[in-house]
């Protein structure tokens, strides 16, 4: 059953899948529960080589998970299971290991568990009840046995919010140094046998650190372009540098690495000069500074606050939209576009933010216009993603502005942005996840249908946003509308009581047959709130009315 078998096997301490445990059992394992190593009842702080332990307790709901061949963690998970009532879940397997566990180390059982995986046949309960979880595993080579190994790969997303300790089998339990060994193969291979097909990544940050590489390295298929074409987000300079190189249209620029040479190169731009912090600023990294006295402070802050480089550019005048593209190497397909509102004020006044609100589609936007920015645009950068083996596979983000002289590149983001998104998603007519599956698998890309339906959002902030937003700005519990919904950002608390924890604190967002109806519901909503401590802009929207 457990290993040898004893003709006086003592009182039962307890039961694992309808079988006693008795305590001589425990006892002829060498185990001396009354000065024991790392037992609830011994007293010790440390195990038997000196290492710190986490006992269980009665007042914790705690969970022991284990997978024993010899029967020695399964032992002690019983006994500890008596003494504390925490729940026990022994690890199964359909293709168990051999009695001989411990001998596959050797070259031919090696192979063995390469060729044949332990699978399991037990399924994971609902953990939400527990406060730690405790794994048993071996001690003797102080690693995984390949069964824990096997579990966490199928379910060790599951304990990504959870303390976890580890159940040592030869007595003691909860080293720091063992939980390490644990919370490192759960955050590198955990859940990995789920079958997930893709991964979408949202944030840029991510992207430009690398993360697509680390999943390509893995063999895991992910939506997101890989660490180098994310610099075209990352840098301003490189991104400004790629649409030079390969003919793309956008503004003049120069790049600084000093704000005494950034100050010094005023003097080959007018006024309005745009300054532009060249690494990631979360939309807000942007300074249209109308004379001498903004720009030299702005560039010194600049410089001041850790960016190594700042690029000035002559200000391009039009109207600007945003484009997405879905990218999968030399394919792209691009989605129902939109018009973000960037300045934090009513009629385009005030500093950059990162987002004030948004609007689809765009009654304004000429059909030959919107055929120029693809033609003289997206092609060509397109063209410069394959000539220059980027391999991008993900969302390109393409801010224009329609100038007297056709379009220009204000920026590339390598991501979905907001406030757009929620406004062009539920333009998309196709089933987005097949979009995106055909992307990653490299298939044809479908082309982009879009819905009639008209979609508008406004930003809710919270005073003195992008600069100093208020801290802590009480909300309460907002309404139900009828025509509208919320996509909440930067809140805390629960629905009944809403806290602000941030600047853009939530999107009222309506679905219409016309912009004109949905701008009137949004505002129309946001009119009834009693938020002292929040601003909105007045006019998002108003350009496709009035244009």
Same mark, same amino acid.
């Given at each position: 059953m457990f290993g040898r078998t004893y003709s006086d096997l003592g009182s039962v301490v307890g039961q694992i899948n309808?079988?006693?445990?008795?305590?001589?059992?425990?006892?002829?394992r060498g185990y001396d529960w009354e000065n024991g190593y790392g037992t609830p009842s011994d007293g010790q702080d440390t195990n038997r080589d000196g290492q710190p332990v986490r006992k269980l307790t009665k007042d914790a709901k705690s969970i022991i998970i284990f997978w024993s061949r010899s029967g020695s963690t399964k032992l002690l998970a019983s006994k500890i299971a008596r003494e504390t009532d925490a729940d026990i879940l022994e690890i199964t397997l359909r293709n168990p290991y051999p009695?001989?566990?411990?001998?596959?180390?050797?070259?031919?059982?090696?192979?063995?568990?390469?060729?044949?995986?332990?699978?399991?046949?037990m399924q994971l309960p609902d953990l939400s009840q527990y406060d730690t979880i405790y794994l048993g595993y071996q001690t003797w080579a102080?690693?995984?046995?390949?069964?824990?190994? $096997?579990?966490?790969l199928e379910y060790g997303g599951e304990f990504s919010n959870k303390e976890i300790a580890p159940l040592l089998s030869e007595g003691g339990y909860g080293s720091g140094d063992s939980t390490e060994l644990i919370r490192e193969?759960? $955050?590198?291979?955990? #859940?990995?046998?789920?079958k997930v097909d893709w991964t979408f990544v949202g944030p840029e940050n991510v992207l430009c650190a690398g993360i697509t590489d680390k999943f390509n390295e893995a063999g895991q298929k992910i939506f997101g372009p890989n660490q180098r074409a994310a610099q075209l987000e990352g840098s301003k300079d490189y991104a400004l540098r790629f649409m030079s190189e390969y003919n793309i249209p956008t503004a003049r620029y120069e790049t600084y690495a000093s704000a005494e040479t950034c100050i010094a190169g005023l003097k080959n731009f007018d006024y309005p000069v745009v300054i532009k912090e060249d690494g990631l600023a979360g939309g807000k990294g942007v300074t249209i500074a109308q004379n001498q006295d903004v720009a030299e402070e702005t560039i010194r802050e600049m410089f001041a606050g850790g960016q190594t480089a700042v690029v000035l550019e002559e200000c391009l005048v039009g109207p600007e939209y945003s484009m997405f593209v879905v990218v999968s190497e030399d394919q792209f397909t691009i989605l129902p576009m939109a018009q973000?509102?960037?300045?934090? #004020?009513?009629?385009?006044?005030?500093?950059?933010?990162?987002?004030?609100?948004?609007?689809?589609?765009?009654?304004?936007?000429?059909?030959?216009?919107?055929?120029?920015?693809?033609?003289?645009?997206?092609?060509?950068?397109?063209?410069?993603?394959?000539?220059?083996?980027?391999?991008?596979? #993900?969302i390109l983000y393409i801010g224009l502005m329609m100038t007297e002289n056709g379009p220009k590149v204000i920026e590339?983001?390598?991501?979905?942005?907001?406030?757009?998104?929620?406004?062009?998603?539920?333009?998309?007519?196709?089933?987005?996840?097949?979009?995106?599956? $055909? $992307?990653?698998?490299?298939?044809?890309?479908?082309?982009?249908?879009?819905?009639?339906?008209?979609?508008? #959002?406004?930003?809710?902030c919270s005073k003195g946003y992008p600069t100093h937003p208020a801290p802590n700005v009480k909300i309460g519990k907002l309404p139900h509308g009828t025509n509208t919904y919320i996509d909440y950002a930067n809140v805390k608390g629960n629905l009944d009581n809403l806290i602000g924890d941030g600047g853009r604190l939530f999107m009222v967002i309506s679905e219409a047959d016309n912009l004109v109806q949905a701008q009137d519901n949004v505002y129309s909503?946001?009119?009834?709130?009693?938020?002292?401590?929040?601003?909105?802009?007045?006019?998002i929207g108003n350009r496709a009315l009035r244009d």
């Open positions: 309808g079988e006693d445990i008795r305590a001589n059992q425990l006892e002829r009695a001989n566990y411990r001998k596959t180390l050797s070259r031919a059982n090696r192979e063995r568990i390469q060729n044949d995986p332990p699978e399991l046949e102080m690693t995984l046995s390949q069964p824990m190994k $096997a579990f966490l193969f759960i $955050a590198r291979d955990g #859940g990995k046998n789920k973000d509102h960037k300045r934090v #004020g009513d009629g385009d006044k005030g500093p950059n933010s990162g987002g004030m609100g948004s609007y689809s589609p765009l009654p304004q936007l000429k059909k030959e216009d919107r055929q120029r920015m693809i033609d003289e645009i997206v092609k060509p950068t397109m063209n410069g993603l394959v000539q220059g083996n980027y391999h991008y596979c #993900g590339y983001n390598v991501r979905l942005g907001d406030p757009e998104t929620q406004v062009v998603l539920p333009r998309i007519k196709n089933d987005f996840a097949e979009v995106i599956d $055909a $992307a990653v698998n490299h298939e044809k890309l479908p082309e982009i249908e879009e819905n009639d339906s008209s979609i508008l #959002g406004v930003v809710v909503y946001l009119s009834k709130l009693d938020l002292p401590d929040c601003f909105y802009r007045h006019d």
